[in-house]
């Protein structure tokens, strides 16, 4: 079974830009949740899909969005970037989401200038 | 809102030396995962554990679920080179935010062959 792949893998934008990142899960995974992961902040959870939906979310602010198709592909955007959203953005997915394992992606590193 | 102590923060030992390290929160966990992260990678998954008590290896690597729900301790032994990286916990807790997965820091573990 193929794992999750996130692309892009790397990626510079401007202050100000949106930025739209994407993440497959593994084959028959329906569960995708997105990471923030920064140096000082450590890993912080963005929001989780579930069958299109949004199941969670964490405390960032609403320029950060996704979600999530019918093949269980999801996307994330960050609209207006600021210097801080510098980082490495983390997909993972799981089968139900709810007690299961969660297996990542190898990030997208994100570095806005 | 819930935290976790992830200890030590950074250990360096000696090739054939064994590791310990450990997490505890503020709150039950339902659910207790174990991740190791090589640089410029996503983090993969070592131990999921489900059950207060329970004790599972994976090769060098045993972890366990404490008693009282709010701790996990991994061990790796006979440590070796390829053993360099960071070490995440990651718990899921009983109520509220079911597919939210909660990070400790990291513990960097450095090995001297």
């Known amino acids: 079974k193929a794992g999750v792949t996130q692309t892009p893998r790397y990626l510079i934008k401007t202050r100000g830009q949106q930025v739209t990142l994407s993440c497959s899960p593994i084959?028959?995974?329906?569960?995708v949740s997105w990471y923030q992961q920064t140096p000082g902040q450590g890993l912080q959870f963005l929001f989780e899909?579930?069958?299109?939906?949004?199941?969670n979310k964490g405390n960032f602010p609403g320029r950060f969005s996704g979600r999530q198709f019918s093949n269980s592909r999801s996307e994330m955007n960050v609209s207006t970037l600021e210097l801080g959203d510098s980082a490495l953005y983390l997909c993972?997915?799981?089968?139900?989401?709810?007690?299961?394992?969660?297996?990542f992606g190898q990030g997208t590193r994100l570095t806005v200038v | 809102g819930q935290q976790l102590n992830q200890s030590p923060q950074s250990m360096f030992i000696q090739e054939g030396e064994d590791v310990s390290m450990n997490c505890t929160s503020s709150?039950?966990?339902?659910?207790w995962l174990w991740y190791k992260q090589d640089p410029g990678e996503g983090p993969v998954l070592l131990i999921a554990?489900?059950?207060?008590?329970e004790l599972t290896s994976n090769g060098r690597l045993t972890a366990q679920f404490g008693i009282t729900r709010k701790d996990s301790f991994l061990n790796i032994s006979a440590s070796i080179p390829s053993d360099v990286g960071i070490y995440f916990c990651?718990?899921?807790?009983?109520?509220?935010?079911?597919?939210?997965?909660?990070f400790g820091k990291g513990t960097k573990l450095s090995v001297k062959p």
């Open positions: 899909y579930f069958s299109e939906t949004q199941r």
């Open positions: 084959s028959g995974h329906r569960s």
């Open positions: 554990l489900y059950k207060a008590g």
């Open positions: 993972a997915s799981s089968e139900q989401g709810r007690g299961t394992e969660a297996f």
């Open positions: 709150s039950i966990f339902n659910t």
């Open positions: 990651a718990g899921r807790s009983l109520g509220g935010s079911q597919g939210n997965l909660i």
